[in-house]
């Protein structure tokens, strides 16, 4: 600091010159352009804001699939262990055949009765929807994976039922329309 108090003393002749001729003048210049209007941003404000509008969207459409939607699903039989996911297959195989077999059967005497069965096995799905749930909280609780494995069982069997009674009440109605034909 000495240094430069010694050599300011020294100069000071050179330090009280007054400055160039217009100094002043483009000194102001430059203080208006650099306060002058400024640089129109790349993004126009709408836009960023849109954008965030939707990253939030996105974000919370996410949160409410990852944390609550799949608490709601629960937990698969065939996720438990390789042989309950080859039980939970033959029996999804045998249930959608049979949902086939409704579909193509015919055997529905009208819509509304058909309606009212697939509405009776919806129902069924909503309890093994249920019994997933179980299943997650609980995994290797072996009541929860038999009454699983009893509720497929138990749909096969209902599903059996309805078929047959559709295809008595079809067949008895044959049989009256062909005794009042032969009259």
């Known amino acids: 600091m000495k240094k430069l108090e010694k050599f300011i003393q020294s100069n000071r002749d050179a330090f009280e010159m007054e400055p160039f001729d217009g100094h002043f003048e483009r000194f102001s210049s430059k203080i208006v352009k650099a306060s002058g209007p400024k640089k129109v941003a790349f993004f126009p404000l709408w836009l960023k804001v849109a954008v965030i509008m ?13 944390f609550f939607v799949a608490k709601q699903n629960g937990l ?11 039980v939970e297959q033959f029996y999804l195989r045998q249930v959608s055949q049979k949902y086939n077999e409704f579909n193509k059967s015919g055997l529905f005497v009208d819509s509304v009765q058909q309606t009212m069965v697939m509405k009776e096995l919806n129902e069924m799905d909503s309890l093994y929807n249920s019994m997933k749930i179980d299943l997650k909280s609980s995994p290797d609780d072996e009541r929860v994976i038999n ?20 295809e008595d009440i079809k067949s008895n109605e044959k049989k009256t329309d062909h005794e009042n034909t032969e009259i």
Request: aromatic share 10%; proline share 2%.
């Open 54 to 66: 939707v990253l939030v969207v996105v974000t919370s459409i996410w949160t409410y699939d990852t």
């Open 76 to 86: 698969a039989l065939g996720e438990v262990s390789p042989e309950y996911r080859e």
């Open 147 to 166: 009454a699983m494995i009893e509720h497929y069982q138990l749909k096969l069997d209902i599903m059996n039922h309805i078929m047959e009674q559709l």
